[in-house]
């Protein structure tokens, strides 16, 4: 016999787990409707082109993370990494991207083929928020605010955003020039993964991990000394307004982020909270990516959270559980009818109610019921079945101030005043 198992680098979400992701996707997607950025899916498999050309081939995702094979028409599709790429096809595509400026979300399963790690897998969950469209310097505020109420939302400790700008092409040219003469220089003493980069993207140096590597970087030129006076000042009124939202920030001029498409900011959160894999959340702005892919010059600036570290660092608050409103004790045959069709009838009002399908006596039945602390109870034996009424019993925590009371299935009236007086303090429901 076969113990299949999951493939490395793929975790199973069982209902206790998703408990905490649903919750917490919750406070993220009230988030996002309050700030009214709309939702769109694409697929998770898209022509490979699509993020060699968006994402850049000189990156580490292209060259040696993404899941790419033939399909049986011989075409090379690739498993997405990253969402970006996929929401600028899309608009480009369906011609949403010529039509008034938009702000778009999406979450789902993204691939990388990396070491899997405490919150870092090969299938994991990402939700990114793009705003499309949007030139101005506010975007870029507006877009770091969200994400900052998004976190903080979630309770996130040890927050830090950190923050540079790339400049345009012309500033990102002149610097690579100069910065080419320095490495030059002092490429031996670069770690070799940077060396690597030297032909391909000379700019991904700047985000080396390489502890050697980034001391010598101190004596390197800085793109911020290459910046011309437009992208300067747009730059110097980014700052000030992230000052004037009281959201904190440290300069990191080394900030570069691994994908090409990037222009002007660049920014990254991270919680000292998770270690050596701190980011929580980077994004940046990517003016030049829907030309690049065959479309109109596109203003446009975006941000990706990563869920399974959300999830981490999320607190324990999230993994409550909403407690049963209404447990629903049956037994016997015109009683376990008249059970579904009560079920039915309280779901209307947003109760989360559950039917005991076990068929075990009323005994076994009450155990599970307080077993998992139902508000309340309702009673059907076949007795009361035949009489076309139910027991409604309500605990509270003297046992003798439970409440009961028995109501004729048909009297709609009675059983929303029995509710209304019982439950809806709790907030469980509305009539």
Known sequence: MNNFKNLRGTVDLLPTQLIKWQNVEKIILEQLFRSSVKEIRTPILEMTELFM????EGTDVVSKEMYTFLDRGERSCTLRPEG???VARALIQNGIVTKPSQKLWYMGPMFRYERPQAGRQRQFHQLGVEFIGYENVRS???????????????????????????????DRSNFQKEFLKWIEINKNFLDLDSQKRID????????TKNIQTKNILRDAPRLFDYLSEKSLKRYLTFKENLKLLKIPFIENFNLVRGLDYYTHTAFEFTSGSLGSQATVC????YDNLFSQMGGKETPAIGFAIGLERLILLAGEEFEKNREIDIYIIN??????????????????YDLLTEIDLSGSSLSKQFKKA???KTKSIIVI??????????????FTKEESENQEESILLEDKTKLKKWLKSNLLHKGSFSI
Request: glycine share 10%.
């Open 282 to 285: 980077g994004g940046g702005r």
């Open 84 to 86: 970006t790429a996929s």
């Open 140 to 170: 870029d505020i507006e877009i770091i605010a969200l994400a900052w109420d998004i976190l903080e939302k979630l309770g996130i400790k040890e927050l830090n955003l950190e923050i540079n700008t790339l400049g345009d092409q012309i």
């Open 331 to 348: 037994k016997g045959i015109c009683a376990e009818l008249m059970a579904i069709e009560l079920s039915r009838e309280l779901r209307n």
């Open 381 to 394: 034996g076949e007795e009361e079945a035949l009489k076309n009424k139910f027991i409604i019993r309500m």
């Open 200 to 207: 391909k993207n000379p700019l991904r140096i700047l985000d």
């Open 370 to 372: 307080n077993k998992l």
């Open 53 to 56: 050309r968006g994402i850049g």
